[in-house]
């Protein structure tokens, strides 16, 4: 008799029980991981000048224009990288930003796409808006991924020790892609602004043409 007492009380405890949990709403916010020790902080820093629109690569045997093949090498990109948080920076003359940094890649990506292409190439404004959004966040590594198809033509250089010097405080590695059909030669590439940048901060600069 003393054990099916027992289970009255239990039973009749269960559904308090449920109903506090219920009231603390447990939940994991959007966008958050459940392991925030995982993955590293990237900030996509993409040129979308009016030159982005040229129509010089080819996907699927198809020739598209730089935007839509960066958009699409991003989107893989992305895809591969679930445990990392990842932020989108677009810039012309100025910088823009399109998503903080976030697990919730789809918002991201859908907004790049939403993005329009400007005039001018602000690549040293990019990078330090770009270290400015990662240096207020998590204890994560920090880096700056810069693809862009053209010389600096707005704001400082983006070797410029004032540039190079504030994701260095930030602790943010800067890597740069040089994109389009022209490429630096070797000879030069050492000596090109993307790659001073880079290896200023313990990063590395690429050139891609398809």
Known sequence: RRGRGAARIAFALLPIALLIIALARPRIPRGESPDPSKGIDIMLTLD???SMAEEDFRLDRRRVSRRKALEEVTTKFVAGRPNDRIGIVCFARTPFLV???TLDHNYALTALRETELATGTGIGWALLASANFLKKDSDRSRVIILITDGE????PRPNDPGVVNAAIRAK????????????????SAANHDLSKAARATGGQFFQARD
């Open 48 to 50: 979308f000048s009016r």
């Open 152 to 155: 600096n033509s707005a704001g």
């Open 172 to 187: 943010v590695k800067i890597y740069t892609v040089l994109i389009g059909p022209e490429t630096v030669p070797p000879s």
């Open 99 to 101: 998503s903080p940094l």
